[in-house]
C-alpha cells in the first residue's frame, strides 16, 4: 500500500485554476506536518506549501497569494488549490508527510524535503500559455 496518495493534475492554460489532493494511510503515527513540492527535469525538488498541526501553513515566494493549502485531518487529506497558474508552475507536484511536529508559524520557513519520511508518487501539472 503506498503511503501517500496525489490526485488533481492536469493540462490547464494560464490563469486557470486546479486543485491536488493527497490522502495518506498512515496509522503507526499521527501526521504532523504535510508539504507540497514540485520538481521539473534537471532542477531540484523545493518546497511548495506545508501545514502544521495547529494550521499554521507557509508558501514559497513564487506561489503565495495564489495557492492555499489546507488539511482535514479526520479523513486523513492535504489540499493545495492553486488559482492564477503560470507555465512557470508546471512540474510534478509531490505530497510529503512527517511525524515530526514542525511549526510553520510566525513565517517559519517550509521543512525541507529530507525531513519528510513519507512521499507519493506525484502528479503532473502543466499550464500552457
Known amino acids: 500500500q503506498v503511503p501517500l496518495v496525489e490526485s488533481g493534475g492536469g493540462s490547464v492554460r494560464s490563469g486557470e485554476s486546479l486543485k491536488l489532493t493527497c490522502v495518506h494511510s498512515i496509522d503507526e503515527y499521527p501526521v504532523r506536518c504535510w508539504g507540497w513540492f514540485r520538481q521539473v527535469p534537471g532542477r531540484e525538488r523545493e518546497g511548495v506549501a506545508a501545514?502544521?498541526?495547529?494550521?499554521?501553513?507557509g508558501y514559497d515566494d513564487s506561489v503565495k497569494d495564489r495557492f492555499t493549502i489546507t488539511r482535514d485531518d479526520a479523513k486523513n487529506t492535504l489540499v493545495l488549490q492553486m488559482n492564477d497558474l503560470k507555465p512557470e508552475d508546471t512540474a510534478m507536484y509531490y505530497c510529503a508527510a512527517t511525524v515530526t511536529d514542525y511549526s510553520l508559524r510566525f513565517g517559519m520557513p517550509i521543512p525541507p524535503a529530507d525531513q519528510f519520511e513519507y512521499w507519493g508518487q506525484g502528479t503532473q501539472v502543466t499550464v500552457s500559455s
Open positions: 501545514i502544521d498541526s495547529d494550521g499554521g501553513a
